[in-house]
């Protein structure tokens, strides 16, 4: 772990401030994967710790990311609910499982091809609304507030990119799931567009679910005001 020392604001606040954070990326993923092996509750608890502590706020953040992308990876069953405008039978939970998934982790959207059951993970946070994705036709966003707009010219450029990678593609629609805790998968509403609604060369639409994430809303607890 790091303390970095803030020096941002007013002059007269540099140096009195600190929050923890890993000391690399690669950190982080070590103490994932032992965390994983280990005890599976553990994750649970320290994300708890690290929510009561505001300095933690980095610290508790990258470790609330990780957990979900493993998440995903886990071969269960999902609750998912489609997001619509407005309420409707469609909005009625169903189970989603997506099998057997192996990580893949990408630096440039063009290194991201084609491939069977490959879950793809941006090696750095690059996209600004998308945290991964999955062919054919399935993007994912890790979200904790109410609101997470979505940047209408890089959804067209990363949907534009999937479809091009598939010829004779039949699907005509792509799937974007927040994945949600427990506490906001009922009442999570559709999300907005930063500008009007994305058009898509490859002439596909694209759907909005909540994926439901197996945790306690305590684990959660100050995140809000973290996004």
Not at 61 to 68: A, D, N, Q, S, V
Not at 126 to 146: E, G, I, Q, Y
Not at 169 to 195: A, G, I, L
Request: glycine residues 2%; contains cysteine.
């Amino acid at each position: 772990m790091h303390m970095k020392v803030m020096v941002d604001g007013p002059e007269e606040r540099w140096y009195k401030r600190y929050v923890m954070d890993f000391a690399s990326w690669y950190v982080r993923r070590k103490l994932r994967k032992r965390l994983v092996l280990c005890n599976h509750e553990k994750i649970k608890e320290l994300m708890w710790a690290a929510a009561r502590h505001p300095m933690a706020a980095a610290f508790h953040r990258m470790l609330f990311e990780t957990y979900l992308h493993s998440f995903l990876l886990s071969r269960q069953q999902f609750q998912v609910r489609k997001l619509d405008a407005n309420v409707s039978p469609d909005n009625a939970p169903f189970d989603m499982d997506f099998g057997r998934l192996r990580r893949n982790e990408f630096t440039n959207l063009e290194d991201v091809v084609n491939a069977v059951d490959v879950y793809y993970k941006p090696k750095r946070k690059t996209l600004k609304s998308v945290d991964s994705l999955l062919f054919p036709n399935k993007l994912f966003r890790m979200a904790v507030s109410d609101e997470h707009t979505i940047d209408t010219t890089e959804i067209e450029e990363v949907v534009d990119h999937m479809a091009s990678q598939q010829k004779g593609w039949k699907k005509r629609y792509f799937e974007f799931y927040f994945v949600v805790p427990s506490n906001k998968f009922r009442q999570f509403q559709r999300q907005q567009y930063t500008s009007e609604e994305p058009t898509f060369k490859a002439g596909v639409s694209v759907d909005q679910y909540a994926l439901e994430a197996d945790l306690p809303s305590r684990c959660f607890r100050g995140m809000e005001s973290r996004q």
